[in-house]
């Protein structure tokens, strides 16, 4: 780094304020572009209040674990990017807002010729700061069986630019300098934004575009536009069935089905529910310059219900009974509900069995014990005299089976069932320029450290979790 970089490090904004501005200018834009957005936000912000009015136990906790000040902010978005190149460049963007990928998520097996991660916030201060998060897949163009196809939509997506110049500079510039002072950030926000905008303007021919769309319609959404706009921006709530009902009120319609786990005391992971895509009336470019007027359904709404993050343990046992439900078949909820009665449902045995991740916190009790010099040692005794206390962590990611039905309900029906299995994560992360985070050691380190708080703040050697 140089002299003038160092000298200049009191002047960067830090990443966590330019994705707290930029997920702020983001949720503008779409608001913008798609008002049906502005009326969810204002449907879960209701539903949210009145979940807190409602039940005091639950504001306590979300006080406690500080999520109370970061729901307002909290949303995700999600993008589909066309090849190597601009994975690479997205994952540079993002670091400059302090976003990492996190997971790979393969979506072939459901049918869905993308793989995926998840930028996000890695640390938890961060992530109290802004949980912003980009859902990001990677087209696998190999998956097109027709080569002369396939090699035109290569073609088309080699021709297209989708960074502006500038904000490829200001990349650079953060890369090199290790920051950003306030102006470039504001100018970096407002060139990085530009990627995510929505495009009226095909870059293929109506004829093309139709061809792209019949082998999968998520192929034509990348291929034919000039850049990968934000397909939906999703804000989290404390109820999900409550804004389900009043999504229906207000003649909005959901897809039929929640993702996710069924309804519980605990929430646990994720549970998601989508509208259907706009038509969008598009134009398209033809051979020989013409514009042809047409329709094209990429963008949608959708809100989500956020519960504990589960250790493998407790994934294991999630995925072997969502499995079972879906094999089932008929009447899902019902089956599902039934298949989860064996997950347990209060905190206390979420963490004596090692199924989540807690954040656990020194109590007033605890530290009046420790002045009192009667402090017990070991974890489960200290949370049995209460001198400390313990939250969930909350599940910051996503889940395959629930992206897949998402993006299966908003392409229609003419999907398919399955590209067989063919994940395959080493070439996303040559692709990505980089590995993926794995999550579950991102929980066990925010727990662990939270433990080693505790231990600090009570004057013990340590303290162990699990
Ligand atoms: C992404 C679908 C997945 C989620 O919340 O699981 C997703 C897409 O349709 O591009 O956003
Ligand atoms: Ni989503």
Redesign the pocket.
Known sequence: MSVHAAANREAWVHPDEIRVQFSRAMSALYKAEVPLYGELLALVGQVNQQALEQDAELAERLQLTGEIQRLDLER?????LGCAAELATIRRLFAVMGMFPVGYYDLSCAGVP?H?TAFRAIHEGSLQHSPFRV?T?LLRLELIENPALRELAASVLEGRRIFTPRAIELIERCEQAGGLEQAEAAEFIEQALETFRWHREATVSAALYQQLSEQHR?IADVVAFKGPHI??L?PRTLDIDAVQAGMLRRGIDPKAII?GPPARRCPIL?R?T?FKALHEPVVFVEDNGDRTLGSHSAR?G?I?QRGAALTAKGRALYDRLLDNARQAGEAYVPVLIAQFAEFPDDYASLRRQQLAYFRYFVSPAGLAAKARGELASDLEALLAAGHLCCEPLVYED??PV???G??QS?LGDAGRNSYGHSANQDVFERDLGAAVYDELALYAETQQRSLAQCAEQLGLAELLGD
């Open positions: 995700h978005g999600a993008i589909r993308v995926s859902f897949s998520l397909n939906h999703t993702e994720l998601q989508s949608f959708e989500e996503f889940l629930s992206a897949a998402i993006f908003n």
